[in-house]
C-alpha cells in the first residue's frame, strides 16, 4: 500500500473502535457530519466521500456496513491489480472483513487490526484461509517472476499438493515454510538468471542486489543498458532481484540513467558526493580523476555499496566502457528499505474550477501519492477529502514565485509534491512560472542544481472558459482565443494589443480576470475595442464561481455589459459576429455556428 489508509465512521457507535485501530495504527480519522464529534475531517455525503478517497488510490477502513463501501465502490471497480484496499469493521471491533485487495495488502493489514482489537479476522481469500500465504503478495524484499502462474500454483495446493523448495535462496524463504511439503509443486528461490533446463512451477527472487552506476553527459542509453547487461549476465544476476539502482545526485536526471530504472521497473536512488566517498575505503576501483570531478573516489562501487550499508559487500567491480560505468553490491538478507534519496518530483496540477467531479482521475491519483500539497489556500481548501491529513504548505494571493519556488525545492530534496493551480495548470497558472524558473538555472534567480533535476509532470484540468462553455452550451464553437485583462505582470499597450486583433479577427474570447478592485476600465477598453468589429447585440456571457456553491450564468450584450457586475472570480465570454443565443425551454443558450448552415440548407433541399 502507498499510500496511508484513512478510516471512516459513520455515527458514535463506531466512535471507540474507530479511535482504537487511528491511534493504534497513526492512520487518519474521518467522521459523516452530524454524527461524529471527533474527526479530522468531516464529510457530508458517505457514498461520494468513499468514491473519492477510491479514486485517487487511497485504502480505506469503514467502521460502519460493508454494504456501504460496495455500494459506494461499485461502479468504479475496472482492475483489482490496481485498486486499492477496503476493509470493514463492524461497530464494535468484533469483526475485520477485507472487502478488496486482499493481495494488495487488504488481507494482511485486516489480520493486524483484528489482533489488536482482539477480533476475527474473516478472510475470504482461498489461499490465506487454507495455507496461511498468498502466493502474488510475497513479503517486502521478494519479487514473484512476471511470467510465473501463482494462480495455478495456488490451485495445485490447495487441491492437497506438497512443496518442493529449491534454488540458492531457500535459507531466506522462511515465509514459506507454512506450506506443506512433497514434490507436487516446485519453488525455486534464486537470485540467479533462469536456465532452460529449469522448470519450476513458480520462482521468487529476494532483493539482495544493489547496482551502481554512472555516465559521462548524455551517454547514449543503449550502452548503459549493453554494459548492465553484460555484467549481470556475467554475474549470473537476475534483474528481478535488484534492490535499487544507485548513483551520483548529480546524475539525478541523466537520460541513460533514467531510461535504465525505468526499463528495468527498479526504484532510483540518489547519494551526494559527500555520502559516496564515505565508501572510499571499500572501493576496488579508486580514481583521483573521478574524485577531482565530482568529489567522490567512486560513483558506480560506491553507489553500490553505500545503498546496501556496512553488512553489504562488493560482489561486482567496477565495469566499464567508453561513456558508462556499473558495478553490483550484495547482501546476505533480502532489502527492505532504501537510503539515499529520490530524484524527486513535482506534479502540476490543475483542479478544475472547483468541484470534484470535474477533477481528472489522473489529477486525483498524483494528488493522493503527493507526500505534501502546495498551493492558494483557496484552491487547496477545494481538494477536500483527497487532501484531508496530508502536510499542506499554504500561499497567499500574489505569492506565485514563491510558492513555485518553493515546490521545486522541496522536489529538489527528494519529495514528491504536488503544485494545486485552479484550472489547468499551464493556462494562466504556475505551469509557465515552473519551467521559467527551471529554465533560469541557479545564477539567473532560478533555482537550485537539485530542484532543476526533479522530474516534472503536468496534468491536465478543465479551465474556466472550458467549464463556462459547457455550461452556457457550445460558445466555443468556432475559432476562439483566451486574452487575461491583468495588467499586473503584461504591459497594458500589449493586451491592447491583442484584444484589437482578436477583434478585427472576430474570434470568440475568453476574457480572464476581467476587472479587479482597482482595475475597472481596461474591461471597458476592450468593450470598446469589440463594439468596432461586431454588432451591440452580441452576445456576452458572464460565468462566476464555476463548479461553486454560488455559480451563477448570466447572458448579456456587448452594448450593455458593465465592469459593475463582474469580479475576480467571473469569466467573460464575448461572442464573434456570428454567435447566438437560442431560447430553450428551461433558459437561454450561447452557441457559435462551426459553419453548417450550407450542409444542413443542402441536406434539406435533398430531402424535399
Not at 49 to 63: A, D, K, N, Q
Not at 478 to 488: G, M, P, R, Y
Request: aromatic share 6%; charged share 25%; net charge neutral.
Amino acid at each position: 500500500m502507498a499510500l496511508d489508509p484513512v478510516i471512516l465512521y459513520m455515527n458514535k457507535a463506531g466512535y471507540i473502535t474507530a479511535e482504537k485501530i487511528s491511534k493504534e495504527f497513526s492512520f487518519k480519522l474521518h467522521g459523516r457530519k452530524n454524527r461524529v464529534d471527533v474527526a479530522e475531517f468531516i464529510f457530508d455525503n458517505a457514498l461520494d466521500h468513499i468514491r473519492e478517497l477510491f479514486s485517487c488510490g487511497t485504502p480505506i477502513i469503514g467502521v460502519c456496513a460493508s454494504g456501504i463501501l460496495i455500494r459506494a465502490v461499485a461502479p468504479l471497480l475496472r482492475d483489482k491489480s490496481l485498486e486499492p484496499p477496503i476493509i470493514a469493521v463492524s461497530d464494535d471491533g468484533s469483526v475485520v472483513v477485507p472487502l478488496l485487495g486482499g493481495h494488495r495488502g487488504a488481507n494482511r493489514l485486516a489480520v493486524r487490526i483484528a489482533k489488536f482489537l482482539g477480533a476475527k479476522a474473516a478472510v475470504t481469500t482461498a489461499g490465506e484461509v487454507s495455507l496461511g500465504i498468498a502466493l502474488d503478495e510475497p513479503p517486502e524484499g521478494w519479487c514473484l517472476d512476471p511470467e510465473s502462474d501463482a494462480k495455478a500454483t495456488m490451485a495445485k495446493l490447495l487441491s492437497g499438493g506438497g512443496v518442493k523448495k529449491t534454488g540458492t535462496e531457500i535459507k531466506n524463504a522462511h515465509w514459506l515454510n507454512v506450506l506443506p511439503t512433497g514434490t507436487d509443486v516446485e519453488i525455486l528461490c534464486t537470485t540467479e538468471i533462469n536456465k532452460d533446463n529449469l522448470n519450476p512451477d513458480i520462482i521468487f527472487y529476494p532483493k539482495m542486489f544493489s547496482l551502481g552506476v554512472g555516465c559521462s553527459r548524455d551517454c547514449p542509453p543503449q550502452e548503459l543498458r549493453r554494459l548492465v547487461d553484460s555484467a549481470l549476465l556475467e554475474a549470473n544476476v537476475n534483474h528481478h532481484a535488484i534492490h535499487s539502482i544507485s548513483t551520483l545526485d548529480l546524475k539525478a536526471d541523466e537520460p541513460a540513467i533514467l531510461d535504465l530504472a525505468n526499463d528495468l521497473g527498479i526504484p532510483l536512488r540518489l547519494f551526494t558526493s559527500e555520502e559516496l566517498e564515505q565508501e572510499a575505503y571499500r572501493l576496488e576501483s579508486p580514481s583521483e580523476i573521478v574524485f577531482k570531478e565530482v568529489g567522490c573516489h567512486g560513483v558506480s562501487e560506491g553507489a553500490a555499496l553505500a545503498q546496501v550499508g556496512n553488512d553489504g559487500f562488493l560482489s561486482t567491480n567496477k565495469k566499464k566502457t567508453k561513456n558508462a560505468t556499473c558495478a553490483l553490491a550484495s547482501s546476505d538478507v533480502p532489502l527492505v528499505s532504501f537510503s539515499g534519496r529520490s530524484r524527486g518530483r513535482l506534479s502540476l496540477i490543475g483542479i478544475g474550477p472547483g468541484q470534484a467531479d470535474w477533477r481528472t482521475p489522473e489529477a486525483s491519483v498524483l494528488i493522493g501519492a503527493a507526500e505534501e500539497i502546495i498551493g492558494y489556500s483557496l484552491y487547496l481548501d477545494l481538494l477536500g477529502p483527497v487532501a484531508a491529513g496530508k502536510k499542506r504548505t499554504d500561499f497567499s494571493l500574489g505569492d506565485e514565485e514563491k510558492r513555485c519556488r518553493y515546490a521545486l525545492e522541496r522536489a529538489g530534496e527528494g519529495a514528491n509534491v504536488a503544485l494545486i493551480c485552479s484550472g489547468d495548470s499551464g493556462i494562466y497558472a504556475m505551469g509557465a512560472l515552473v519551467f521559467e524558473l527551471l529554465d533560469r538555472g541557479p545564477k539567473s534567480f532560478g533555482v537550485s542544481l537539485n530542484a532543476r533535476k526533479v522530474e516534472v509532470i503536468s496534468t491536465p484540468g478543465v479551465s474556466a472558459l472550458q467549464a463556462a462553455a459547457a455550461r452556457s452550451g457550445a460558445p466555443l464553437g468556432n475559432d476562439f482565443c483566451a486574452i487575461s485583462l491583468s495588467d499586473l505582470l503584461t504591459p497594458k499597450e500589449d493586451i491592447l494589443k491583442r484584444l484589437n486583433a482578436a477583434s478585427i479577427g472576430d474570434f470568440v474570447v475568453a476574457l480572464y480576470n476581467p476587472v479587479s478592485m482597482r482595475r475597472k476600465k481596461l474591461f471597458e477598453d476592450a468593450r470598446e475595442i469589440f463594439l468596432k468589429n461586431r454588432p451591440e447585440n452580441t452576445p456576452v456571457l458572464l460565468a462566476s464561481s464555476l463548479g461553486r456553491p454560488k455559480e451563477t450564468i448570466r447572458y448579456t450584450t456587448l452594448l450593455e455589459v458593465n465592469s459593475s457586475e463582474i469580479d475576480m472570480l467571473t469569466v467573460v465570454i464575448v461572442g464573434s459576429s456570428n454567435s447566438k443565443l437560442v431560447k430553450m425551454g428551461d433558459g437561454f443558450k450561447m452557441y457559435t455556428p462551426r459553419g453548417y448552415s450550407k450542409k444542413i440548407t443542402g441536406l434539406s433541399n435533398d430531402t424535399e
